[in-house]
């Protein structure tokens, strides 16, 4: 929903609420920025929480995310999940920063965010914060010092890792991605797109070869062994069953990313069709 009108977005999530869903998560990488999208998700809405997958720390200072936060979280109360991220070497560079040390980073980062000052009124309940936290170092801290992950472009298999790493009681929200085509031979062409960009960036990769994958999956766009373990296709209870993996191996939600052929239109039927499958 990241490239919709926003008032294609604000019908969007509103029909999201109203299926049941509990909760929205927003990127913003090469979209609208993380706290204003949030901010019109949540005026949108009256009950489902919004969450940034992820807001980029290079993008503002440790003051500027804490206290956006903090404002988010205070006008909408226990709606509100500020999810933070390193991002990528690329994108990092292409905005004039310098990307280097990505855990030493997030760990300062934190530090920071922990003594910004705000005279504001405070949010009641605190924003809880998330990190974006693909390898065992990056989940620890998280598990250490926030609420909890949401790791991006994962087999359930890192799911099963991220949650002994994690600990019982740290939220886990892995994000999986969904075409709706009954088979693969229809599924890879609205898929590979998804898995060419996400195999082409190192942490990505780096964190699929830690798991296991071999250099032949990972070739772009991704065998079909690989393709099959990172995109949940099939028919609509197939597709449901694939996301409820995720829960089974140790998330407690999952964040879905229904790929379409063009990004000019909201998924909401696709979604529809999850809602009872998931939901009940």
Not at 2 to 31: P, Q, Y
Not at 60 to 85: H, K, S, Y
Not at 215 to 230: Q, V, Y
Request: charged share 25%; aromatic share 6%; hydrophobic share 45%.
């Amino acid at each position: 929903m990241a490239f919709l009108r926003t008032d294609d977005l604000r019908r969007a999530v509103a029909e999201a609420e109203e299926m049941g869903f509990g909760a929205i998560w927003v990127g913003e990488a090469l979209a609208r920025e993380a706290f204003a999208a949030s901010a019109i998700i949540l005026a949108a809405t009256s009950r489902i929480k919004v969450a940034t997958g992820i807001a980029n720390i290079w993008a503002r200072d440790p003051t500027a995310m804490m206290n956006g936060g903090r404002a988010l979280a205070e006008a909408w109360p226990n709606r509100f999940v500020l999810g933070i991220g390193v991002s990528h070497a690329g994108l990092v560079n292409d905005r004039g920063h310098q990307y280097e040390r990505p855990l030493t980073a997030m760990r300062a980062y934190l530090d920071q965010m922990e003594k910004a000052p705000y005279r504001a009124p405070e949010p009641d309940p605190p924003v809880p914060i998330v990190l974006g936290a693909l390898g065992p170092k990056m989940l620890q801290l998280a598990g250490e010092r926030t609420a909890g992950a949401h790791p991006y472009f994962v087999p359930v298999k890192h799911t099963l890792a991220a949650r002994r790493i994690l600990g019982p009681d740290r939220l886990l929200a892995p994000e999986q991605a969904v075409v709706f085509a009954k088979t693969r031979e229809a599924a890879r062409p609205t898929g590979d797109i998804y898995m060419r960009t996400y195999l082409r960036l190192p942490n990505y990769r780096n964190n699929l070869v830690a798991l296991g994958w071999s250099d032949d999956d990972l070739t772009p766009p991704g065998s079909d062994r690989l393709f099959d373990a990172i995109v949940a296709w099939g028919d609509d209870e197939e597709i449901a069953r694939k996301l409820r993996r995720h829960l089974e191996a140790g998330a407690n939600q999952v964040a879905v990313s229904v790929l379409t052929p063009t990004t000019d239109r909201a998924p909401t039927a696709e979604l529809r069709r999850l809602a009872p499958l998931l939901l009940s």
